[in-house]
T-cell receptor, first 116, second 109 residues
């Protein structure tokens, strides 16, 4: 069974510091996503990425956020200057949209970000 | 605006069938996801419907009616391990994914 991996599993940082969350999506997938989930709340879309560029981003994904796929395998989310309200679980996902039964999406296990 | 509605909680009995409904109003539509999420874990993909109709995968089936902005997830032969939250999410034409708040399903023995 293919899997999406994320590192680190837990990141603790001071407010104002930069963090980079890393993800390795499924190799033959074409669409990549970052989501976040604040404890007890719903999953929120941050950004989608296709063909080496951002397809869509949410209102949450402001200038403090950026994504990269530097080497064709890793997919990173950077938060330049973290705020207390950035504390959440961050999930990476990759999606193969081939039509019909081939459509599958896999989530990584998540990175729990705690901003102090 | 964009809105996804699903019931907050449902309860069903082991071995029974349960249907979880989802209605949506979005500015564009490119598909609808269903996920299962156990507490403290990542969501797990269950289905992705693009066209109208019913898709069956083992004990789980998902139905879509685009004209009605409506989908449901049907779970048969319920097992205790099916106790989880079930998330409905719509993919719009620009590849933005909008999630509902999830339905917490409780399975009673």
């Amino acid at each position: 069974e293919p899997e999406v991996t994320q590192t680190p599993s837990h990141q603790v940082t001071q407010m104002g510091q930069e963090v980079i969350l890393r993800c390795v999506p499924i190799s033959n997938h074409l669409y990549f996503y970052w989501y976040r989930q604040i404890l007890g709340q719903k999953v929120e879309f941050l950004v989608s990425f296709y063909n080496n560029e951002i397809s869509e981003k949410s209102e949450i994904f402001d200038d403090q956020f950026s994504v990269e796929r530097p080497d064709g395998s890793n997919f990173t989310l950077k938060i330049r200057s973290t705020k207390l309200e950035d504390s959440a679980m961050y999930f990476c996902a990759s999606f193969l949209s081939g039509g019909g039964a081939a459509d599958t999406q896999y989530f990584g296990p998540g990175t729990r970000l705690t901003v102090l | 605006g964009q809105n996804i509605d699903q019931p907050t909680e449902m309860t069903a009995t082991e071995g029974a069938i349960v249907q979880i409904n989802c209605t949506y109003q979005t500015s564009g539509f490119n598909g609808l996801f269903w996920y299962q999420q156990h507490a403290g874990e990542a969501p797990t993909f269950l289905s992705y419907n693009v066209l109208d109709g019913l898709e069956e995968k083992g004990r789980f089936s998902s139905f879509l009616s685009r004209s009605k902005g409506y989908s449901y997830l049907l779970l048969k032969e319920l097992q205790m391990k099916d106790s989880a939250s079930y998330l409905c999410a719509v993919r719009d034409l620009n590849d933005k994914i909008i999630f509902g708040k999830g339905t917490r399903l409780h399975i009673l023995p």
